[in-house]
């Protein structure tokens, strides 16, 4: 068994002072840098969005943060402004490790949002992540990081149908709780056969 911990969005703009701030998403911080020497190897996952993406309330003139839109993909949240290329809220916590193997940059395309570390959110557009992980053998995953109901979620979700070995440290995963999101993400991860930890 070859395992790695995916380390999922922990970018100034998810933390206390962000610009979609998850409530204590920061207080993650040491217990994930600590967990780091325990794996075969260590992914960050880094959201990076160009100006203007559609998932942001602002490219929908009148619709405000947290409505729902349809796109041609599904249902789309509509967020903040939030880790916008290059701006400090898209950069890592200052106090993260980032001397992991590889750091893999999701919702870069304007028209499609992209919560999962494997698929955009059309779920047929690869991110790169499952032949990496796939090259390098690995087997297992443990996933950490922000939010637990969207980001990590769906990570873990599309993890476990790739047939990876799955769990989440929800003692290392803070969750945004956006009309009971929470509660359908545990009961999902759950149902595709992902430990909770």
Known sequence: MTNALIVIDVQNDFCPGGALAVPEGDVIVPGINALMPEFNAVILTQDWHPAGH????TSHPGKDPYGL?????????????HCV??????????????????????????DIDSYSAFFENDQATPTGLDGYLRNRGITDLTFVGLATDFCVHFSAVDAAKLGFGVSVRLDLCRAIDLDGS???ALGAMQAAGVRLD
Not at 70 to 81: I, N, R, S
Not at 90 to 110: M, N, P, Q, S, Y
Request: glycine share 14%; no cysteine; charged share 20%.
């Open 54 to 57: 559609s998932s942001f309330a």
């Open 69 to 81: 839109i349809d796109m041609p993909y599904g249902p789309q949240v509509l967020w903040p402004d």
């Open 85 to 110: 290329q290059g701006t400090d809220g898209a950069r890592f916590h200052a106090g993260l490790r980032v001397d992991g193997d590889l750091i893999i940059r999701k919702g870069f395309r304007a």
């Open 182 to 184: 929470l509660a359908t």
